[in-house]
Nanobody
Framework: QVQLVESGGGSVQAGGSLRLSCAAY????????MAWLRQAPGKEREGVAS???????SYADSVKGRFTISQDSAKNTLYLQMNSLKPEDTAMYYC??????????????????WGQGTQVTVSS
């Protein structure tokens, strides 16, 4: 079993920065697929950034150049550095993880393990 625990959310003014953390506990060997997703009130959950089984990173167009996903394997922790935050970044942010299937990661929305979420609020 895997447990994911997010932290680092909060309230910030537009243009500010936050760093989210996601600590993974339990059986994490081989848990190579990691992602951050977010959901704003009244909107569907969307992928923000992900790390694939080959270590490659991908980002939503809306956050490219502003957000950076990284991980510390020794600490089993995933990070999301968010810079130049905008009010439209306001959402509940979730960490998700999965084991690769035949060497490939499923879509982040199909990941099997999820954290409880951490709220990010950006004011104008």
């Amino acid at each position: 079993q895997v447990q994911l625990v997010e932290s680092g959310g909060g309230s910030v003014q537009a243009g500010g920065s936050l760093r989210l953390s996601c600590a993974a506990y339990g059986y994490t060997d081989g848990l190579y697929c990691m992602a951050w997703l977010r959901q704003a009130p009244g909107k569907e959950r969307e992928g923000v950034a992900s790390i694939g089984s080959d270590g490659g990173r991908s980002y939503a167009d809306s956050v490219k150049g502003r957000f950076t996903i990284s991980q510390d394997s020794a600490k089993n922790t995933l990070y999301l550095q968010m810079n130049s935050l905008k009010p439209e970044d306001t959402a509940m942010y979730y960490c998700a993880a999965a084991y690769p299937r035949s060497g490939h990661c499923p879509r982040p929305a199909d990941f099997g393990y999820w954290g409880q979420g951490t709220q990010v609020t950006v004011s104008s």
